[in-house]
């Protein structure tokens, strides 16, 4: 039975010790019956100690945390729940500086630990495209050139320059889900290549004056807000929904991260896009719900990469 739980306070109190973290994990891991993680056999054979397994077919040994975000992890799974909690449950994020007192780890764990569980954020969940009204938005991730020392500013970086800023993309759902990419450049071809995959043709787009939306009307009711005369709500024609969702946003970043660079930015857009597509879900179901995405190992290397 998956067990619920409300708060911090009272998770901590459901999980007492590392062996009923781990059967939790696999109770939802396994909530369809065993597997092994090597082959994906239904043969599993379970060890007294009630932490190892093995395969009837493969014969490999492993653990419920083999082919998890939490493989090779030294770190308790009740510090990993910790983090967990705090990641899905704070509006803006966490710091990992902040993580680690929480957690009493170092630093560089807490920003590994926070890194792992961005990348589970985005694995498996989220595919389905979005239909219905649809609001597009594109916004610039990056310091502004009046806020740096003089010889780190740079000319020519005003309006939609990408020199110093990342260009993401947002597509948000009326009433549901919401999909942050992070983007090469802003070309026509680049940013419908974008919304084709993701949003189901034939439904309502609004988004602003931005001549790379042109080839949306081919396969949407496309419908634009002309900012660039002033015009930003006509009726329901308007882009206030995403462009709210940017605020929250970039208030993250400036008021806990402060600082996000363009190799690890699509990270921080997972995290920010599985909170908001959860938001309907109880401070207990969105880490019950990350727990059953954890499939997947990723290395120090690869993020780092």
Same mark, same amino acid.
């Given at each position: 039975m998956i067990k619920q739980f409300a708060s911090l306070y009272e998770m901590m109190g459901t999980?007492?010790?590392?062996?009923s973290c781990i059967d939790h994990l696999r109770s939802i891991r396994w909530k369809s019956g065993a597997y092994c993680?090597?082959? =994906?056999?239904?043969k599993v054979y379970h060890f007294t100690d009630n932490?190892?397994?093995k395969c009837g077919i493969c014969l490999r040994r492993f653990s419920i945390k083999v082919g998890t975000i939490f493989e090779d992890s030294k770190i308790s799974l009740r510090k990993w729940f910790m983090a967990i909690y705090l990641i899905t449950s704070h509006k803006k994020g966490i710091a990992s500086t902040q993580l680690a007192k929480d957690i009493k780890v170092t630093q560089k764990t807490?920003?590994?630990?926070?890194?792992?569980l961005r990348f589970a954020t985005e694995t498996k969940s989220f595919r389905e495209p979005l239909t =219905?009204?649809?609001e597009i938005d594109e916004t610039y991730i990056g310091g502004k050139e009046k806020n740096k020392h003089a010889w780190k500013k740079k000319e020519g970086t005003q309006g939609r320059s990408t020199k110093t800023k990342?260009?993401?993309? =947002?597509?948000?759902?009326? =009433?549901g889900e919401i999909r942050v990419k992070k983007l090469p450049d802003g070309k026509t071809s680049t940013v419908s290549k974008q919304v084709f995959s993701n949003v189901k043709e034939g439904s309502r787009v609004i988004t602003d004056d931005f001549k790379s939306y042109g080839l949306l009307a081919s396969k949407y009711k496309h419908e634009v807000v002309t900012h660039s005369v002033g015009e930003y709500s006509v009726g329901d024609r308007h882009t206030n929904t995403i462009e709210g969702v940017w605020s929250l946003l970039k208030r993250g970043i400036i008021g806990i991260y402060h600082h996000v660079s363009p190799k690890h930015l699509p990270f921080y857009l997972h995290e920010f896009a599985y909170r908001y597509n959860t938001i309907g879900l109880t401070e207990g179901q969105r880490v019950n719900a990350l727990l059953g995405q954890c499939g997947g190992r990723i290395t120090y290397k690869e993020v780092i990469a």
């Open positions: 999980f007492p010790d590392e062996q993680p090597h082959c =994906g056999a239904n932490r190892n397994h807490a920003w590994f630990m926070l890194q792992r =219905g009204q649809i990342a260009i993401v993309i =947002g597509m948000i759902e009326r =009433g």
